[in-house]
């Protein structure tokens, strides 16, 4: 099971990053989420995962994927086409 | 106040001048909720009368609400507060972006900066620890830079910033202060007031406060809904997705109102407009940008002439094309990105130029005066050698940069005639001859003008009669050009938006344009939610009301404002609209007269001079503002 990530519709909202903290926590803290969005100095955005990500077992669909508002998130066993873009996959 | 949930329980003290902190509870403030409530309660405690905006004794106060940081559709908004150096009344900003949350997660609800510090600082606030760098080598540099330089100076790129730019440092009276690179708090010269205080920057960074809300499941049932429901039926969000407030309202073939040539007209050409729509801009868009927990991404990041910024809303395109007649998108854009980049107000500067142009134009002023340039509408080049003068504080920009109530009193020959000045401050918006709530919340706004105080922009949807009873229990809004029940629904909207700022929620994503989004009572289940208190909608807008008569208060205090200075500018009783839709309309000061009447009748105000009176104040529990204001011999009616 992988997550996918598509930079080009990513919004850097941070909508993923508090949803994740809030499966782990019960709180909203980016820093206990499992899933870091940055922007670097120019405005483009980097996402990553990591180690701690459990794939929202427990959830009908990741948080992260739930609240994304662009859909820039994917399940990677709930597709059938791998989407365009992809810049970084959890491991 | 339960701090467990909602608020991070802290208030930070930071006085520059000798280098130290102190920290004090929250839970004592909570009357005004937080964000811009509190905010104001500290800046009407913490600032005495004759205390200068640029004098080390004024502060500047950063409040997060209770719905900031965690995933309250919108809920990112910083409030800011300082005494205004334009006015000397109130001062106050708003912006999105990632630091209000970044303040919260540090464990601070708001941030209080005070005294002066000897030399360019930046401050960095990382939890529990604060730390005033050196900030010379950052002097000088622009606001989009110089939070990349901190960050790599800290080695953190998750913090967050609040920055001036040289606008701030030559201390222009009308600088703004850019959060997170491109995110504007703009009116009352904030960023003037950081330049005087040496403060180049204020960053955070928190690791360790976490947001609790007291009713998880209730509430991410509820903002599943808003996202999932509400806002993807909402035309207002479908619309801000594809391009902030460019996206729909400013289009051709409208004849919406828009602010023309220093405000003399208020129709703008489709051949002009045309020119300058959102596809325009997107050619130098880079991407879609949202604010921190924002499922709405209404902004940009856009590239222009090697400066990367933030932006371009509505308000710039008013500020830098119509306002001045430029019809080329690049040097709109160019225009907007240089503000960010010198932390300007768009608005002010716009105000400054256009009125600038128009002195040229009717003879008030030469190139003698103006550094050989010939100042004239339409000219993009010379809008932006304008800008560059003013945030430099070079040549003719010394003059501008001083604001058009200052310098038009130094410049004199009837150029006072020609601003639009209100309480200092100049007017600058479109629709203000038209659409009469609107008029009359930009003159009566405690900021000094602005419509993000009392200004429905509701006021454009054209509700139903059925609707606005509904809603506000008003009869009948529908038409814009008429007086009928329009103080009530400005009345209604100070205390709506007051509640906004206080939980920190965003205005674009509330009922001041979209009838569908976040009422009262949506605030205060979301606040129920959150903090576990219990409270009414009628409870929040009787608090929000409150916060207007504070702010009342505060600038009869400062300034000695009241009814003489909620009069709009001449201009705009005198000189019609001259085409498209709303032609022929302009303010009347008959019906001006009647709507002030009402407008403090329905806040319990004295009628002749426009204060609050002591009895009002009292019943809203602002024993200690009755107080001030008898100590400083101001015999309250």
């Known amino acids: ?91 | 106040m339960n701090r467990q949930y909602g608020w991070s329980g802290k208030i930070l003290f930071i006085d520059l001048s000798n280098g130290t902190t102190r920290v004090e509870p929250t839970d004592q403030y909570s009357s005004f909720i937080g964000g811009r409530g509190i905010n104001q309660w500290l800046l009407f405690n913490l600032v005495e009368k004759n205390i200068d905006a640029l004098d080390a004794g004024n502060v500047i106060i950063l409040g997060a609400g209770p719905m900031v940081g965690a995933l309250v559709p919108s809920g990112s908004r910083l409030a800011v507060d300082y005494k205004n150096v334009l006015t000397e009344g109130v001062g106050s900003g708003n912006s999105g972006g990632r630091f209000a949350a970044e303040m919260k997660y540090a464990g601070y609800d708001h941030i209080v900066i005070m005294g002066k510090a000897a030399r360019p600082t930046y401050i960095y606030i990382e939890d529990d620890n604060v730390y005033f760098r050196d900030a010379s080598y950052l002097w000088g540099q622009g606001t989009w830079e110089t939070e990349n330089i901190i960050k790599d100076k800290e080695n953190e790129w998750a913090l967050s910033t609040l920055t001036i730019g040289v606008a701030g440092e030559n201390l222009v009276k009308f600088a703004c202060i850019i959060g997170d690179k491109g995110r504007a708090v703009g009116y009352g010269g904030g960023g003037a007031v950081m330049g005087s205080k040496n403060l180049k920057a204020i960053a955070v960074r928190g690791r360790n406060t976490a947001v609790k809300v007291a009713s998880p499941s209730e509430f991410m049932k509820r903002v599943r809904t808003f996202n999932k429901e509400i806002f993807r039926k909402s035309s207002t969000v479908e619309i801000h997705r594809k391009g902030g407030t460019l996206g729909a309202y400013l289009l051709p073939g409208q004849n919406r109102p828009h602010g023309v040539r220093n405000l003399n007209e208020e129709f703008w050409s489709d051949e002009a407009i045309k020119n300058v729509t959102r596809e325009k801009f997107d050619e130098f868009l880079v991407r879609r940008h949202a604010c921190f927990g924002c499922p709405v991404y209404c902004s940009g990041i856009y590239e222009i002439k090697g400066i990367t910024c933030e932006g371009i809303q509505a308000n710039s395109l008013r500020a830098f094309g119509s306002n001045v007649d430029v019809t080329r998108a690049e040097d709109v854009l160019y225009a907007h990105a240089l503000c960010n980049k010198y932390g300007l107000d768009t608005d002010q500067t716009s105000a400054a130029i256009a009125w600038a142009i128009e002195c040229f134009e009717k003879g008030i002023i030469d190139k003698g005066d103006t550094d050989g340039l010939k100042l004239k509408f339409g000219d993009g080049n010379c809008v932006i050698q304008l800008i560059q003068k003013i945030a430099a504080r070079e040549g003719f920009g010394h003059l501008l940069a001083m604001g058009v109530h200052e310098a038009s009193e130094i410049l004199g020959h009837g150029s006072r005639e020609l601003a639009l000045l209100v309480k200092k401050n100049s007017a600058m918006e479109a629709g203000m001859r038209s659409h009469k709530a609107w008029a009359l919340g930009i003159m009566t706004s405690t900021k000094g003008t602005g419509h993000l105080r009392g200004a429905p922009a509701l006021e454009f949807q054209r509700l139903s009669p059925e609707t606005s009873k509904k809603l506000f229990d008003i009869e009948d809004i529908n038409d814009p050009t008429s007086y009928k029940n329009k103080p009530a629904l400005v009345v209604w909207q100070e205390k709506y938006k007051g509640i906004v700022d206080m939980m920190g929620t965003c205005a674009l994503m509330s009922m001041w344009m979209d009838e569908t989004l976040f009422s009262p009572e949506d605030i205060a289940d979301f606040f129920n939610d959150i903090t576990g208190k219990y409270t009414s909608a009628n409870r929040l807008l009787e608090t929000g009301e409150a916060l207007q008569n504070l702010e009342r208060s505060f600038n009869l205090l400062h300034s000695g404002f009241g009814r003489s200075d909620d009069y709009p500018p001449r201009k705009l009783m005198e000189i019609p609209v001259g085409k498209g839709l709303y032609a022929g309309e302009r303010l009347d000061l008959n019906m001006w007269n009647h709507m002030l009447d009402e407008y403090y009748e329905l806040h319990g105000w004295d009628k002749t001079t426009g204060w609050p009176t002591k009895k009002r104040l009292l019943a809203l529990g602002l024993d200690a503002v009755v107080e001030k204001l008898t100590k400083n011999n101001i015999l309250l009616p």
Do not use: Q, W, Y
């Open chain 1, 1 to 91: 099971m992988k997550i996918l990530f598509d930079k080009h519709r990513c919004t850097a909202c941070g909508l993923c990053e508090l949803a994740c903290s809030f499966h782990h926590s019960k709180s909203f803290l980016p820093d206990k989420a499992s899933i870091v969005i940055c922007m670097d100095r120019k405005g483009h955005i980097e996402i990553k995962t990591l180690p701690t990500c459990d794939f929202c077992t427990n959830e009908e669909i990741p948080m992260c994927m739930d609240f994304c508002p662009t859909g820039a998130i994917k399940l990677k066993n709930k597709i059938r086409e791998r989407p365009k873009n992809i810049i970084k996959e959890s491991t």
